[in-house]
């Protein structure tokens, strides 16, 4: 039940309210507050670019298939931030890409001079769309809950959102209807098997 709960609420733009009644539908009383506390999320949002009364950016870098390789949200827009981006991509990878494709803030360069020299990097306003686009599921996210309350909150809720929709998004090679069905019900699978629900 609660793998199910917290399923609902990171894969579909639902409120925690929503979650109750999609649950109560089926028989399961739940309040939404415990709903609440099952999906980490204790914090209450409010409506804003800022989070906490502070501008912040959602640092993202996705692979050549859209799969969001890593996020992280920071207060500045300068070469610092963007070099603790490109130093937790190499930590994570463990090796450097062929190539990365930013859009034209010039701190990319900048930070990718000094993180990995070696690494080709290109430019341009149009050709970082893959990573542009990755962010809208989780902007739509953001509207259905109003923003987020702190950049802590933020950060807690992406790390569980991105990993699972990478679960679920189905690979740009299987766009038939039956690839994807089948790519779905492996993902469901999957994260029954992690959650413990496939008992």
């Not at 539908?25 to 709903?35: D, H, K, L, T």
């Not at 090679?173 to 019900?185: D, E, F, G």
């Amino acid at each position: 039940m609660i793998s199910n709960a917290v399923w609902l609420y990171f894969r579909f733009p639902l409120s925690l309210r929503l979650v109750e009644e999609m649950l109560l539908e089926r028989g399961i009383v739940v309040s939404y507050e415990a709903i609440r506390r099952w999906v980490g999320n204790s914090d209450r949002p409010t409506r804003s670019n800022s989070v906490a009364g502070r501008k912040h950016w959602l640092w993202r870098a996705v692979d050549q298939d859209g799969y969001v390789l890593d996020e992280i949200v920071q207060s500045r827009r300068d070469t610092k931030a963007a070099k603790r981006l490109l130093i937790r991509l190499l930590k994570k990878a463990g090796m450097p890409p062929k190539r990365i494709i930013t859009d034209k803030l010039r701190s990319y360069g900048a930070a990718k001079r000094d993180v990995m020299p070696a690494v080709a990097h290109r430019s341009h306003k149009g050709l970082n769309n893959r990573a542009e686009n990755s962010h809208l599921p989780l902007r739509n996210r953001e509207r259905t809950m109003q923003g987020f309350r702190s950049a802590g909150s933020l950060q807690r809720f992406i790390s569980i959102f991105s990993e699972l929709r990478n679960l679920f998004v189905t690979p740009h090679h299987k766009r038939s209807a039956l690839a994807t069905h089948i790519h779905r019900i492996r993902a469901i699978a999957h994260w029954k098997a992690v959650t413990g629900a496939a008992a």
